[in-house]
């Protein structure tokens, strides 16, 4: 019987990640090295280690950063904590922040205002969680996306919020259907909870987990390409499995070789909104030369998003005749 591989799409870089990588590119050219990074600008190895060769330099600390440096932060926002401590050392910011993040940090900040007590909903350790917590830190519940006996426990042990208004906003690169269950068992413990206006778990997540779903049924093993500290990557292979199909995270083809795919008739291959094509590639090519023949693609809907760059950047790059 033919070996398959069914790619789905879409699959890989999102918008938001495409337009950090761009800023970090273009700061490079525009300004030369060092250029300076607040946290690894998205979530891969390989796509950090590349900037790195080029001159961009990745700090938690902005203590490690000189006085006056151009700094960048990356695609998961930062806390106004952060943002002060960079005034404070005079360095100049560029702020490659997902436009979908700085969303979700203006909607906390404006249903704080207007004396709403917020749950949100995400991974407490997660640098995008930090930010958005940090906006308005006295108005927000962080709640933890478990299931099970675990959520019920944690649900039942939030502290009753003071006065009627509650609302809850998300994580953007969470587990669509865990995700709702959370949300299920909030609006059961708080009936008058609110729902944002617009779903804060961004369009590249639930498109790659769509698309996973509409495969996983089809293929008897899962390969998501990216790296283990890609929310959203670790979040495809929970989908795969849910559906019942085995799946691993595997960062590139040169970790493959641990895996048996012996049994192995038909694998999905898809990747998290931070991983670069080259390495879903490489993972294909070391499948072909391990019999699968047969490549097929399922798209579950064409993208077509993009984000501009920061107006200021923009302009300075104008100024330096760099194109964007
Ligand atoms: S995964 Fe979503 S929120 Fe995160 S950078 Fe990509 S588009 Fe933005």
Do not use: W
């Not at 640098?127 to 019920?152: A, K, R, S």
């Not at 006065?163 to 059961?188: F, P, R």
């Not at 989908?239 to 694998?267: F, T, W, Y």
């Amino acid at each position: 019987m033919t070996k398959t591989i069914t790619i789905c799409r879409p699959n890989g870089f999102c918008a938001g990640v495409e337009r950090a990588i761009k800023i970090v590119d273009l700061a490079l050219e525009a300004y030369g090295a060092p250029i300076y990074v607040n946290h690894e600008i998205v979530h891969n190895q390989h796509v950090v280690d590349d900037l790195a060769s080029k001159g961009a330099v990745f700090v938690d600390d902005l203590n490690d950063v000189p006085m006056g440096a151009k700094l960048i932060y990356s695609a998961h926002g930062v806390s106004p904590e952060v943002r002060e401590k960079a005034t404070t050392r005079g360095l100049e910011e560029i702020d490659a922040t997902c436009p979908l993040v700085t969303k979700v940090h203006l909607e906390a900040i404006r249903f704080a205002k207007k004396g709403y007590h917020i749950f949100l909903i995400g991974h407490a350790n997660h640098v995008e969680v930090i930010g958005t917590y940090g906006e308005v830190p006295d108005h927000i519940t962080i709640v933890e996306p478990v299931d099970g006996p675990q959520l019920q426990a944690q649900i039942q042990a939030l502290p009753q919020p003071e006065g009627e208004k509650t609302i809850y906003l998300t994580q953007t690169t969470l587990n669509v259907d865990d995700c709702m269950t959370v949300v299920k068992a909030l609006k059961h413990r708080f009936p008058n909870l609110e729902s944002p206006p617009k779903d804060d778990i961004c369009y590249a997540t639930s498109n790659r987990q769509n698309a996973v779903k509409a495969v996983a049924p089809h293929v008897d093993y899962f390969i998501v390409v990216g790296s283990p500290t890609s929310s959203n990557s670790r979040r495809l292979v929970e989908v795969a499995r849910s559906l019942g199909c085995n799946a691993d995270l595997i960062p590139s083809a040169a970790e493959m070789d641990s895996i048996d795919l012996k049994q192995v008739q038909h694998i999905g291959i898809t990747a998290g909104a931070s991983t670069p094509d080259i390495l879903v590639q490489g993972i294909i090519h070391k499948l072909k030369q391990a019999g699968f023949s047969e490549v097929k693609e399922s798209e579950f809907v064409e993208e077509n998003m993009s984000f501009s760059l920061p107006k200021d950047f923009r302009s300075d790059l104008a100024t330096r005749g760099i194109p964007v």
